[in-house]
């Protein structure tokens, strides 16, 4: 069943406004106890989409984002809360700083971090910044595989290029695809557990175990798909050796349920062409076939209609409409 994501909003000219307190009220029904503060006086604004993942209770996405707010868990906090959490952050735009642990951590646009909500923390969010938050309970993380004992490494960076964080700009993407459409977005969620164990565990300075392993090579390779898929002479080769795996191996990553390594190179294709369709600027459907990494017009006709019922040039009229 596809959850649709709830989102709430709101934006104060004083930060001391009954508006400001009804929003620090929401933050902390999504996340655990915790104290919002203003940074400084002058404007404040706010907006949290929130939804389940699959494979555990409380296992939510959310994206965040906001600026002057200064968002502080004391121990009194810590001792108040039913439940500890452990929540990954992921940075969209801007800027935010995470104290916590003795450690203290500036995440820049893609970094990511971890938090142990067991600690006091403090996070710093005076400029305008947008976020992803993984939030799971401590205890159902303890319950997968390998992680029962694992420290949370509270406050690290970890860098969108390191293997944890493949996981970090897998959420990322998660969060934007689930915007746009929910219903795929349950399906790119089916393996998000497993994922964040690896994640911990990697940033924690462990391995994965075997089945997250695959899913963490998989999602590696999308996201490199994705980067690459509009180069039209992009090769299965290319992709492998980027990847640091070999040709069977990417064969294998793709051959269970879902769409094939040369369906979903020309899906990515296609729904770049559909956003290219919908923007002004291209003279004709040739200039997008070619930019959207197709090699001929030809085969981009067909494999454009084939995918939306619809010719180049219907999409566009339908949609520029």
Known sequence: MTIEPTTLEFSASSP??????????????????LSLEPVEEGPTFGRLTSGVLPGAEDFSLVAHAGGNQEYRRTKTHVARAAEEYLLVSIQVSGRARLTAGGRSVTLLPGQMTFLDSALPSLWDGSMAFEQVLVQLPSRILRQ?????????????????????????????????????????????????????????????GGKPIDTPADTLSREHVLIY?????TDADLTIDEVAAACHISRRT???????????????LRRMRTRHARKLLMREGFPS?????????????????????????????????AHRR
């Open 285 to 317: 459907p040739a200039a997008v076939a070619f930019a959207s990494g197709f090699a001929s017009e030809r085969h981009f006709y067909r494999v454009f209609q084939a995918e939306t019922g619809m010719t180049p040039g219907e999409y566009r009229h």
């Open 225 to 229: 798909l994705r980067k690459r898929c």
């Open 16 to 33: 001391r406004s009954v508006e400001f307190e009804q929003w620090a009220a929401v933050t902390e029904r999504a996340y655990f106890p």
């Open 250 to 264: 990417l064969f294998r990553l793709f051959s269970g349920p879902g769409d094939s390594f040369a369906v979903t």
């Open 144 to 204: 997968q595989p390998g992680l029962s004992e694992v420290r949370i490494p509270t406050a690290g960076l970890v860098v969108p290029e390191s293997p944890a964080g493949v996981v970090g700009t897998y959420f990322r993407e998660l969060a934007r695809v689930r915007q746009e459409s929910p219903a795929q977005a349950d399906i790119l969620a089916a393996g998000a557990l497993d994922l964040l164990g690896s994640a911990v565990l990697l940033a924690a």
